[in-house]
């Protein structure tokens, strides 16, 4: 396939998705993967494709409220991107955890996320990346809630004796948004220390 016609295919998929979806080479293949990064990087120079990190490329949102401009995807979009491509499960741990829910104000440079499948760093931007860490604990991605699974990664990650009645008030707002059904089945995934802090919310 002539290299204008790669381009124009390409194009054509991008502008037929929904603005903030993420591409990857691997998405294209009616052409050489030499043409299809070519495509891409053409895409990008035209302004209608971003390059996010390596090999990864993102269909902007347009900020229609402020007219800044484009608005790139998250980390963590980035992340379940990456992670819905590979197959792999993936689960946020660490500092960001704990901003995430409001209970530090530290903003990690490096985004952790545990993964049953192989570990390794995605660079995004100058010193900030993504760092997939394989576990072989896999009650990590049995939680039925979202909410309940950072709930309890932030308790483990803080520790039992750190914990301070402030941070355990926010988490208690945090538990209202977790569906009863899903609390008592989740809650059993946890360790004793922190089944007893949440008990006594």
């Known amino acids: ?31 050489s993967s030499d043409a299809v990064r070519s495509a891409l990087a053409r895409l990008c120079r035209a302004g209608d494709l971003m390059r996010v990190a390596h090999g990864i490329y993102c269909y902007p949102q347009v900020d229609k409220k402020w007219g800044s401009g484009f608005i790139l995807p998250s980390i963590e979009e980035i992340a379940k991107g990456i992670a819905t491509r590979d197959k792999v499960r993936i689960a946020p741990v660490g ?41 072989s604990e896999m009650r990590t991605f049995a939680f ?11 308790m483990r990650e803080i520790g039992e004796h750190q914990i301070t009645d402030e941070q355990m008030t926010i988490i208690g707002e945090h538990l ?23 008990s006594q919310r």
Do not use: C
């Open 1 to 31: 396939m002539a290299a204008q016609s790669v381009y124009n295919e390409i194009k054509r998929k991008v502008e037929s998705s929904k603005r903030g979806k993420l591409f990857f080479p691997d998405d294209f293949h009616s052409a």
């Open 176 to 198: 209202k948004h977790v569906a009863e059904v899903d609390y008592q089945k989740d809650i059993q995934l946890a360790p004793i220390w922190v089944r007893k802090k949440l």
């Open 95 to 135: 500092a960001y955890v704990l901003n995430k829910l409001g209970l530090s104000t530290q903003i990690p440079a490096n985004v952790v996320f545990v993964t049953d499948g192989s570990g390794r760093r995605v660079s995004i931007g100058k010193g900030k990346g993504i760092l997939f860490k394989h576990t």
């Open 144 to 154: 039925r809630s979202p909410l309940m699974q950072l709930i309890v990664t932030a």
